[in-house]
């Protein structure tokens, strides 16, 4: 989510800065203009989250489209989502999979989580998706293993606990994915010792040095890690 949410797996809020980005705004324009232009129902959802007052949050279309690709290219059946928040990032995640394939997208605020699965619905996405209501330290235990990809998305105070969980519970091969890598800049602040920017800091420097993953992060809004899970154990 561009400026991320302490929404979903639990914690409390992070300021909002939705317009926060690294990259200059034409440049995003010109790239979601030509290669991830929302359909109607991607517009809808968006507009259901505004006049429902949810965080303005959700990844945007270039993102969204990033995400698509990349579940695309590696053929994912079995995708994990760490916050839901309501549906928009889930939407573009599940309809990058095939006949068969399925979305389990975790979601801890309830309100959060009927418009999620209003969303799934209005995209058609019947049989594609399991929303779970919870927080995500509490359910995590619970999913077996062998996920394509896990999309990380929420609170960040917890990161670190997620980038274990989700290193556990990726197959070979598979993507680990996380957003908000540079958190509002914070990232690379020093002086920021919160424990959102703490949270933030310590998962990248987990991605960048485990030895069971290889990853970069990529600058699109307001960063993005994309990692490589190589090995199961270091």
């Known amino acids: 989510m561009a400026a991320r949410r302490t929404l979903a797996a639990g914690s409390p809020a992070v300021p909002q800065r939705r317009s926060y980005s690294v990259v200059d705004e034409r ?3 010109y790239v979601t203009e030509l290669f991830a232009a929302e359909d109607p129902i991607l517009s809808k959802i968006r507009a259901r989250h505004a006049a429902e007052n949810l965080p303005a949050i959700n990844v945007s279309p270039e993102e969204g489209k990033l995400l698509y690709v990349l579940l695309f290219a590696i053929q994912a059946k079995r995708v994990l989502e760490i916050g839901s928040l309501g549906g928009y990032s889930g939407v573009w995640l ?6 068969g394939g399925e979305l389990t997208t975790i979601e801890k605020d309830p309100k959060h989580a009927k418009i999620a699965r209003e969303s799934f619905d ?14 995500a330290l509490d359910v995590l235990p619970r999913l077996p293993p062998g996920f394509d990809a896990v999309f990380i998305d929420a609170d960040k105070e917890p990161l670190p606990k997620y980038f274990e969980w989700g290193m556990n519970l990726l197959r070979r091969g598979g993507l680990l994915l996380c957003d908000n890598a540079f958190f509002h800049g914070a990232a690379i602040d020093p002086n920021d010792r919160s424990p959102n920017a703490l949270g933030v800091r310590a998962f990248n420097e987990l991605a960048a040095h485990d030895p069971r993953l290889v990853a ?16 199961d154990s270091a």
């Not at 599940?94 to 006949?99: D, G, H, N, Q």
């Not at 209005?122 to 927080?135: F, K, P, T, Y």
């Not at 970069?216 to 090995?231: A, C, E, F, M, Q």
């Open 94 to 99: 599940a309809r990058a999979l095939p006949p």
């Open 27 to 29: 440049f995003e324009r």
């Open 122 to 135: 209005l995209a058609r996405l019947h049989g594609r998706v399991q929303l779970i209501e919870g927080s």
């Open 216 to 231: 970069t992060i990529i600058p699109v809004r307001d960063g993005l890690v994309i990692g490589v899970k190589t090995k």
